[in-house]
């Protein structure tokens, strides 16, 4: 049984840092790529970053426009965990985050699109007060 599992959130003031985990078991997945997505309360769920591992073996991070210059996102393939290192943190980072694998290794498409992702985590809950 394949299995992502998030940790890391919790209540933090507003300028303040949090890094998330993303500890997977039940199968590697060190040459598929994987990102993290957030749904705050009444809205949909968005796109916030994602990293793939190129043939060669190079690294490519992908963040959305909010994310971009607050958030960097790492894997630790040896302990099959990405994590999400969130700083400057705003009001409106207020929500659930959830990390996610595409299991298909030669899926070439966005890697902000949902529907590309098959596997899901629970999701932590990052609360950011004003």
């Known amino acids: 049984q394949v299995q992502l599992v998030e940790s890391g959130g919790g209540l933090v003031q507003a300028g303040g840092s949090l890094r998330l985990s993303c500890a997977a078991s039940?199968?590697?997945?060190?040459?598929?790529?994987m990102g993290w997505f957030r749904q705050a309360p009444g809205k949909e769920r968005e796109f916030v970053a994602a990293i793939r591992r190129s043939g060669g073996g190079t690294y490519y991070a992908y963040y959305a426009d909010s994310a971009k210059g607050r958030f960097t996102i790492s894997r630790d393939n040896a302990n099959n965990t990405v994590y999400l290192q969130m700083n400057s943190l705003k009001f409106e980072d207020t929500a659930v985050y959830y990390c996610a694998v595409i299991s298909d290794s030669g899926y070439r498409g966005s890697y902000q699109l949902r529907g590309a992702y098959d596997v899901w985590g629970q999701g932590t809950q990052v609360t950011v007060s004003s």
């Open positions: 039940g199968r590697t997945f060190n040459n598929r790529a």
